[in-house]
């Protein structure tokens, strides 16, 4: 996630947006002699270069990429260019030279990487006339390799691989795209653009001489010099980190991979040039200071990479302390739990200290110090990780850090090279503490209030506190209330909070924008900018329930889009990330006929009979049509309900119509259906429905990570095991749908285990301040539960959780912003944004059953 969060804080520092809408930077790569008739267009990070008449491009076919090192892209673009034109053969490359830096720097993406030119020749034999072209005349060039294609034979530079070369795509249950080709039958398939070379069933490769048949595999791990590779760790595109053994002593060792010319830091700077660096690095350490360091143990080249092995750190990284053993993200913890916690944190950071002041003497930096890159070893002993940045008395090398651990630029500038390491000391301080370190690097405001959240339960010992807060001072004169003011006159405050959140979300809404109305976070670009998660429809949503009239032309915008949209099935059927949601949102303000049309196309749609799930499909399709049934009294929509959710198997047959891995939670999972089903009690009073109901939510509950604990969380999936309390997929959410079915149903299993639900969401401990994914969620849970069952400690809790939101808010003028997911840049969407925030708020302020789309309220 974080690799691909970075291409979106290129083109605007407050908020997300995709890497091709940033303006050009650099120098602008073109062929220095265009042929007679060819035009270049720019869009986005590519420069597309046609001929006026020139044959018409086919769907799909052999694309040929070219690489290139950095210094060398205006030679290598005018070659290509002149055979390309001479050659009659559309082409694109990077439209600048920093866009090429971002497309092989370390993070970038593994498929992506290597590519600089990309060209479609009409058919195969345009294909191999190109590429013998290019090879010879590119013979001595050199390039990185592109790991999704094949290297044409005796060239060092040339690629191609079979694929679409127009763009087409298939929209998914969870809202993404993929992109589709056609096999060698003619079938539409997925597009694979993978880290391997990939051929569609029924193509074959005509560019190889041999044609090689299918071939065993070898049994057991690749061994290099002397060295086994037995377990990937990290994969980036500068290369991959390993788990590995020393075959001649059996002792495990650590194996970093570096491709050459990939993996750019600054000039032609590559991942091979770091791991030299860091080997250098590393033997001068182990000279100095045995065990400072890892132990350097062999350096290689094989198959064109090279390769570092050093001795095996054994431990945890830091970054797992505190998720995994915070006292304030476990039910039932007390001052006692509180102090051996704090205990533990200053043997680490004190260990951690000795390590930097040990480093520090022999005149060495560490700089790119964070949790991730230092491990826990047995008795909370520690050790770094990662020299790859480390430098001496001499000159820095690679300037490169993990954001919100690198210092700001006024402060190096202020305190020198010693800033790198205390910067982030301080950071990896307060992440130990809790979670504001983003936040709290755009305001001082949150400290205060940070402080006050953690204090409340224990004391924070005073050295510790004073690490973390050594770069991040409370303001002289604060904008934020203070926590004081604040627990004094909670609903004061907090509708103070609501009004500036909502004053902030119009004052960023730009129905003009060519990508948004309302910015929102990376996977809002990946799904689309109209929805209820990501998009227009979740803030509108969010302004409407909460008396706020929608920003001029916000409205018009999202029928218009939504309408065009829907004609071409470029969205989803569900609720949350596709057309049942948008159609709900359009009839809640006053549109009926276009929210209609809406859930017409979205009847239409295949994913219908492939996802039942509430975010993207027939649940959420059925919620919908629910909502327009209870707006309009049109029987059409409540049969049409009711025949989606009776379609829906039970048991292991659900399995495949539940989100990735058979997923758990409210969004993606059974509890989602669950919802469903009881919505449709309560608006039709058929009650047929809810014993399914009842079993979904038990077979979710099957599934806590330990079912004795006093507070119950859940996995995400079979495959991904993190422990959740959140509202997408977690505690939270199923509170949200078990207090429905406890007020109609009496469920013994739901009664005796609703107290241990809700025990999570007493904390407030979250990274994001979000509604789906963090504190925002836990207070609107509350609250709605408070309401619903008439329970007091819920509600005092929900305000709690509420007050906790000022740890998170950064002023802006007379507004406030949130960061949103990844908490680079602010976000206005209801997933993790200040939409779903305002909705928090309002529903503790002004408790409703229906603010986050369910029915429960009589009809109007």
Not at 146 to 175: K, M
Not at 365 to 374: H, K, Y
Not at 805 to 826: C, E, I, N, S, W
């Amino acid at each position: 996630m974080a690799d691909a969060l970075a291409d979106f804080t290129v083109a605007d520092p407050e908020y997300y947006a995709p890497l091709a809408s940033a303006a050009a930077e650099g120098d602008v790569l073109a062929p220095s002699r265009p042929a007679d008739g060819w035009r270049g267009s720019v869009g986005g990070i590519w420069t597309m270069w046609r001929r006026e008449g020139m044959p018409v491009i086919p769907d799909d076919g052999w694309k040929v990429h070219v690489s290139a090192r950095r210094t060398r892209l205006a030679a290598v673009l005018d070659t290509v260019a002149e055979i390309c034109f001479a050659q009659d053969v559309a082409f694109k490359h990077a439209a600048t030279d920093r866009m090429y830096w971002w497309l092989h720097r370390k993070h970038a993406s593994r498929p992506q990487s290597g590519k600089f030119i990309a060209a479609y020749p009409v058919d195969v034999e345009a294909a191999r006339r190109l590429m013998e072209a290019l090879r010879e005349a590119l013979d001595g060039e050199q390039g990185p390799l592109i790991l999704s294609d094949r290297r044409y034979r005796g060239s060092a530079t040339v690629h191609y691989r079979y694929g679409a070369f127009r763009g087409r795509d298939r929209v998914e249950a969870e809202g993404t795209y993929t992109q589709l080709t056609r096999d060698g039958n003619g079938e539409p398939i997925p597009d694979k653009r993978g880290v391997s070379f990939h051929l569609p069933e029924g193509i074959t490769d005509p560019f190889t001489e041999a044609k090689p048949g299918p071939t065993a595999r070898a049994e057991g791990p690749v061994v290099l010099h002397g060295f086994a590779i037995e377990t990937a760790i990290i994969h980036s595109s500068g290369g991959s980190t390993y788990q590995g053994l020393e075959i001649s002593t059996g002792r495990r060792v650590f194996i970093k991979e570096a491709r050459p010319h990939h993996g750019l830091s600054g000039g032609e700077a590559d991942a091979v040039a770091r791991l030299h660096n860091e080997w250098k690095t590393l033997t001068t350490l182990h000279a100095l200071a045995p065990g400072l360091a890892p132990e350097p143990i062999a350096q290689f080249g094989a198959g064109g990479h090279e390769f570092m092995v050093t001795e095996f750190i054994e431990g945890k990284a830091l970054s797992h302390l505190a998720p995994t053993s915070h006292p304030l993200l476990m039910a039932g913890t007390g001052p006692k739990e509180y102090a051996a916690y704090y205990a533990r944190c200053e043997r680490v950071v004190t260990a951690l200290e000795d390590a930097l002041d040990r480093l520090h003497e022999l005149g060495w930096t560490f700089m790119d110090l964070s949790p991730s890159n230092v491990m826990v070893t047995a008795e909370d002993g520690i050790r770094l990780i990662d020299f790859e940045t480390a430098f001496g008395p001499g000159e820095i090398r690679f300037k490169m850090g993990t954001p919100g651990f690198f210092p700001p630029r006024e402060i190096v500038e202020r305190d020198g090279r010693t800033a790198y390491d205390d910067y982030a000391l301080s950071a990896v301080v307060q992440s130990l503490l809790g979670s504001v370190v983003h936040a709290a690097g755009r305001t001082p405001d949150v400290i205060p209030h940070f402080h006050r959240d953690l204090t409340e339960r224990a004391p924070v010992p005073d050295a510790l506190w004073k690490r973390s807060t050594r770069y991040h001072r409370p303001a002289d004169i604060p904008v934020l209330p203070s926590p004081e003011e604040v627990a004094t006159d909670p609903r004061r405050h907090l509708a103070d909070l609501r009004e500036a959140v909502a004053t902030g979300i119009l004052a960023a809404a730009d129905p003009e924008h060519p990508l948004r109305t309302f910015p929102t976070v990376p996977p809002g670009y990946s799904t689309n900018t109209l929805c209820v998660v990501h998009g227009a429809a979740g803030v509108l949503h969010a302004l409407h329930r909460c008396g706020i009239p929608a920003p001029e032309g916000a409205l018009e915008r999202l029928r218009r889009d939504a309408l065009g949209a829907a004609s071409d099935g470029k969205l989803a059927p569900g609720l949350h990330v596709g057309l049942a949601g948008i159609a709900w949102v359009l009839a809640e303000h006053g549109l009926p006929e276009e929210a209609r049309t809406l859930l017409d196309a979205a009847d239409a749609h295949p994913l219908v009979e492939q996802s039942a799930t509430l975010f993207g499909g027939a649940a959420g399709l059925a919620m919908g049509h629910l909502a327009l049934h209870r707006r309009t009294g049109d029987a059409h929509h409540a049969e049409r309900a009711h025949a989606l959710l009776t379609a829906q198997p039970d048991g292991e047959e659900l399995v495949p119509r539940l989100g990735r891995d058979d997923a758990t939670g409210l969004l993606h999972g059974r509890a989602g259906l669950a919802l469903a089903y009881q919505q449709f009690a309560q608006v039709t009073g058929d009650t047929s429905l809810l014993a399914r109901g009842v079993r979904l939510l038990h077979a979710e509950l099957d599934r806590a990570t330990d079912p004795d604990a006093a507070g119950l969380l859940f996995p995400v999936s079979t495959e991904d095991k993190r422990a959740m309390p959140y509202l997408y997929c977690g505690s939270a959410g199923l509170v949200h749908v078990a207090t429905r079915y406890l007020r109609t149903a009496d469920d013994e299993r739901l009664h005796e285990t609703m107290p241990r639900l809700l025990a999570p969401l007493h904390g407030t401990y979250t990274v994001l301040p979000a509604l789906f994914v963090g504190t925002a969620g836990y207070a609107f849970t509350l609250a709605e539960h408070g309401l619903l069952a008439d329970d007091e400690t819920s509600r005092t809790a929900a305000v709690r959780a509420a007050r906790a939101l000022y740890k998170h808010a950064v002023p802006h003028g007379d507004t406030v912003r949130f960061l949103g997911m990844g908490l680079q840049r602010f976000s206005t969407e209801l997933w993790s944004g200040s939409a779903g925030v305002l909705l928090a708020l309002d529903q503790v302020l002004n408790p409703r059953a229906d603010l986050l789309f369910t029915l429960d309220a009589p009809a109007e």
